[in-house]
């Protein structure tokens, strides 16, 4: 049964998303929560953004400034990266996201429309107002679940440190960009502590696993006690 946000959003309780800023170890936790499902005999449907369908994963290469069939175009304007990063998601949302809550899958996505308020809106200063329009009109979705993992910068900054030769153009940012994004994000846990829940990213990555799962599992006895 889906639930309306106090933004009016649609949350939807099959769907999570996972957030934090560069090294805060998304993906592990991502495996973990899979996992998880997978072993309680549910579908899962894992993505990511930007990217998620074909020409979603075209756009990402745009965003990030990949090379594609040996051209690089120049970096996209604040306001050019935040509408295409919505074009991305307006895709992703109806050709994968949709269509699989609608079959009674899971669905945990590798970040969602919280990091447009947190990469446009903090770090590039685009105003929320814009951002929440767009996504009132291109998304129409929120998760019903959201785990914010957090950690400071300069941790993060070490653990990703060597393991990309080639850093994309966001990961290429400077400190300063990454605290607005960081401040961002914990504003947006703040503001809405029933969907979001941080988890303290310090942790060893087996730890930071086992907690997301037992919010996971809390959130899932909790949905069914409410429907």
């Given at each position: 049964m889906t639930a309306l946000g106090d933004n009016g959003l649609e949350r939807h309780p099959h769907f999570v998303s996972l957030e934090g800023g560069e090294g805060a170890g998304k993906t592990t936790v991502l495996n973990a929560l899979r996992d998880a499902l997978l072993q309680a005999g549910h579908e899962v449907v894992?993505?990511?953004?930007?990217g998620g369908t074909p020409m979603a994963e075209q756009i990402r290469n745009l965003l990030l400034n990949v090379p594609v069939d040996g051209v690089q175009h120049e970096p996209?304007?604040?306001?050019?990266?935040l509408l295409l990063m919505f074009a991305a998601r307006a895709q992703h949302v109806r050709e994968t996201i949709l269509p699989a809550l609608a079959r009674g899958a899971w669905v945990i996505s590798d970040r969602f429309t919280d990091s447009?308020?947190?990469?446009?809106?903090?770090g590039r200063?685009?105003?929320?107002?814009?951002?929440?329009?767009?996504?009132?009109?291109?998304?129409?979705?929120?998760?019903?679940?959201t785990l914010l993992l957090d950690l400071g910068v300069?941790?993060?900054?070490?653990?990703?440190?060597g393991r990309d030769l080639y850093p994309d153009r966001i990961e290429r940012e400077r400190d300063d960009f990454f605290e607005?994004?960081?401040?961002?994000?914990?504003a947006r846990a703040r503001a809405e502590p029933e969907r979001m829940r941080v988890i303290d990213a310090t942790q060893s990555a087996a730890e930071v696993a086992a907690d997301a799962v037992a919010i996971l599992r809390m959130f899932i006895a909790r949905t069914k006690a409410s429907g």
């Open positions: 894992s993505t990511r953004e930007p996209p304007a604040a306001e050019t990266e447009s308020y947190a990469y446009q809106g903090g200063g685009i105003d929320s107002a814009f951002i929440a329009e767009l996504e009132h009109h291109v998304v129409g979705i929120q998760p019903g679940l300069a941790q993060g900054r070490e653990r990703t440190r607005k994004v960081r401040s961002a994000f914990l």
